[in-house]
């Protein structure tokens, strides 16, 4: 608990030099508390581990966090934890202690569903593998009354017509979302370029879609998306949650439609296009263009709640955020729009706001840094391009970095790439000076871009949208390769060519 909240204190604790230094500490101390009884499953280790997951994934760790993601989840198989007993008449201490078991499995689900995609990562768990109720609306839970409620996909009756049925919050929706996201994430990262176009019904995009219709038209009026109701859920301290939910749907579009958005080497070849792909390009453009924006809206609207809210954000919602802001990106730079739209105008502010977003994010979340400066790098890349054409830009350039930025912006090679011979004490100090520069010089201006990952450093005096600037090589490339990185990064890599 300590690893995780003390991110958000104002302060690091004495004998710290700052939150994230002090996070890590004691992440690394619940680790050493733990992997010696690792073999001897218990709730709490499970939830212990499941916390851990939450700390290496927004910490940029995704090797450690999917690893011990892998450990709760057998853990929890070997524990039963996915199955249902009987029910019959249950206390109020039986009811809460059989939620708090089915809550554990959930979000073992809902993680893994999350984290899922790419090469090496399939989902270990699908809704065939929990043959246990949805959890609970929280007023249930909190006051012990016993309900029956759905099953992830269909209402199962345990014959008990003594508990009554209970309310579905914003809980038990998300997982149901989540569940649709893994779907999405694996077809994302899957080759499929002789499939049946994208814009026939038939189409394997087309039933992801009509899924995640389904999901959005199943929400009770309460829960669906509106600005108005994102104010209420805030009132009753449900507005990260109400987010999250969300941006899960947000995020299971936008990997949907940007599977087939033209990227920079072939956007000379959609102006070619002709008959049903032109239109579906166009189409998708739009629908891609409108979900971002709606994300950019929403962060414009949070960012009114106040520091509390802001801090408890996950980091899902910043990586929401940030495929958001590049999708705009892409689009201020090569509009599907008419030169002097007043989208063009809107999409530079909406862009501006989540560099600032993540700017300030990065104090809790390591990751938010590298998302920033990616935006930048491919800012530069496309400026840069259209300057001086598509051809000053090598195909190899391209290709460099496709596996570089890596899975939800961790800042490793790949989550499931082989283990150093490092030592946990020579990680430890690498992590202890990497936190160092990451957390150096906080109120550095909105101008400068460190770009220690790609290892080139643009001028001092760099504005977001001054595109009067020149770049040697090297640099060009780098920033192709952020680019790259950014359209075929997590999920996974998406063939676009032979529809």
């Known amino acids: 608990m300590l690893a995780i909240t003390v991110r958000f204190s104002k302060n690091p604790p004495e004998g710290f030099s700052s939150q994230i230094q002090t996070s890590n500490y004691f992440a690394a101390h619940t680790r050493s508390l733990i992997l010696p009884s690792i073999d001897e499953p218990s709730l709490q280790r499970i939830q212990v581990l499941l916390m851990l997951t939450g700390h290496g994934w927004g910490s940029g760790e995704g090797r450690r966090a999917w690893v011990y993601l892998g450990m709760a989840v057998r853990m929890a198989q ?189 956007h000379e070849e959609a102006e070619l296009e002709n008959g049903d792909r032109k239109q579906w390009t166009m189409f998708s453009s739009r629908e891609l263009a409108q979900v971002a924006d709606q994300v950019c809206e929403m962060l414009q609207e949070i960012r009114g709640f106040g520091l509390f809210f802001l801090r408890g954000l996950v980091p899902w919602i910043g990586f929401t955020i940030y495929t958001a802001v590049g999708t705009l990106l892409y689009f201020w730079h090569f509009p599907h729009v008419s030169e002097g739209d007043p989208q063009m105008e809107s999409w530079r502010q909406r862009i501006i706001d989540g560099c600032v977003f993540l700017k300030d994010m990065r104090q809790a979340w390591p990751m938010a840094d590298t998302w920033r400066e990616t935006i930048k790098a491919m800012h530069i890349f496309y400026s840069n391009s259209k300057s001086k054409g598509t051809e000053s830009v090598s195909p190899s350039a391209r290709r460099e970095m496709r596996n570089a930025i890596i899975d939800y912006g961790a800042l490793q090679p790949s989550p499931v790439h082989p283990a150093d011979s490092a030592s946990e004490e020579d990680v430890a100090i690498a992590s202890e000076q990497e936190e160092t520069i990451a957390t150096h010089d906080i109120s550095t201006n909105e101008t400068e871009l460190v770009s220690h990952e790609f290892g080139v450093v643009p001028p001092a005096d760099y504005d977001l949208f001054d595109t009067h600037f020149d770049i040697d090589s090297t640099m060009q490339a780098s920033f192709a390769d952020a680019t790259q990185g950014f359209w075929e990064g997590y999920p996974g890599n998406v063939e676009v060519s032979g529809w």
Request: with cysteine; aromatic share 10%.
């Open 78 to 266: 070997i524990m039963g934890l996915f199955d249902d007993p009987p029910v019959g008449a249950q206390t109020k201490e039986e009811f809460i202690h059989g939620e708090e078991r089915r809550r554990t499995a959930w979000t073992c689900f809902l993680m893994d569903s999350l984290l899922s995609g790419g090469k090496g990562r399939e989902r270990l768990l699908s809704a065939d593998s929990m043959h246990i109720q949805l959890p609970c609306d929280s007023g249930n839970f909190i006051f012990g009354e016993p309900v029956i409620c759905p099953h992830i996909d269909i209402f199962r009756s345990d014959g008990n017509p003594h508990i009554p049925i209970g309310k579905l919050g914003i809980v038990a929706y998300s997982m149901r979302v989540a569940d649709v996201w893994g779907a999405v994430a694996k077809w994302s990262c899957s080759s499929h370029p002789n499939n049946t176009p994208p814009w026939q019904p038939e189409s394997e995009l087309q039933r992801l879609l009509v899924r995640l219709n389904a999901w959005r038209e199943s929400l009770p009026p309460r829960l669906r998306y509106d600005l108005s109701l994102l104010h209420a859920h805030s009132v009753q301290n449900q507005g990260q949650a109400y987010c999250y939910m969300h941006c899960i749907y947000f995020m299971s579009v936008i990997f949907l439609y940007r599977s087939y958005l033209p990227e920079l080497e072939m």
